[in-house]
């Protein structure tokens, strides 16, 4: 098993681009979440999905977009790139919240 | 000793001692408890949980406190390696539901 991938690592975006975070696992896993982790804090929520069809927002919703067609997959879209995006972001999945999440290993992107 | 520093608290040990860390949680419901270890580059890495039936539990090296009254959570690492130096941090959950709330983190240093 490959747990969860997530493309790019790292990308640089010009303020105002778009683009997609993929996410991808291969567990099975009914939950799946996106995090967002900045310099000296903990991992914030952004979005999340239960389940294939299902999303909501969490913590931090503004500025990303989801979607969930498959369970093996869970794209983030960022619809006008900000430098307040900078950040590194975690894909995580989880057997329904038990034993926590699985982290993939994250996408460390800059807005320039 | 344990210092707060600009970003995260610190925790520097010895090579060979034992480890504390703290974390104080936030919702007096929530029944789920992980602790978390990140290294650096990576995604946080799943250690040890414990329901809050439980008082402590026990894994490989590790040990996780949970009291209640306080709403205080600890982890203990016995015999610290240079291996365990990372950023630890503390989720807690209610009812293994979807949004895992994840505290700040503490890096633990661990001196030869």
């Known amino acids: 098993n490959a747990g969860v991938t997530q493309t790019p690592k790292f990308q640089v975006l010009k303020t105002g681009q778009s683009m997609t975070l993929q996410c991808a696992q291969d567990m099975n896993h009914e939950y799946m979440s996106w995090y967002r982790q900045d310099p000296g804090m903990g991992l914030r929520l952004i979005h999340y999905?239960?389940?294939?069809?299902?999303?909501d927002q969490g913590e931090v919703p503004n500025g990303y977009n989801v979607s969930r067609s498959t369970t093996e997959d869970f794209p983030l879209r960022l619809l006008s790139a900000a430098p307040s995006q900078t950040s590194v972001y975690f894909c995580?999945?989880?057997?329904?919240?038990?034993?926590?999440?699985?982290f993939g290993s994250g996408t460390r992107l800059t807005v320039v | 000793g344990e210092s707060v520093g600009l970003h995260l608290p610190t925790l520097s040990v010895q090579e060979g001692d034992n480890s504390i860390i703290n974390c104080a949680y936030s919702n007096s419901a929530s029944d789920y408890f992980i602790w978390y270890k990140q290294e650096s580059g990576k995604g946080p890495q799943f250690i040890i949980d414990?329901?809050?039936?439980?008082d402590k539990r026990q894994g490989q090296r590790v040990t996780v406190l949970l009291n209640k009254t306080v709403k205080h959570l600890s982890l203990q690492i016995a015999a610290t390696q240079p291996g365990d130096s990372a950023v630890y941090f503390c989720a807690e959950n209610i009812n293994y539901g979807q949004n895992f709330v994840f505290g700040p983190g503490t890096r633990l240093s661990v001196l030869p």
């Open positions: 995580a999945s989880s057997y329904r919240g038990h034993y926590g999440y699985t």
């Open positions: 999905s239960v389940g294939a069809g299902i999303t």
């Open positions: 414990i329901r809050s039936n439980m």
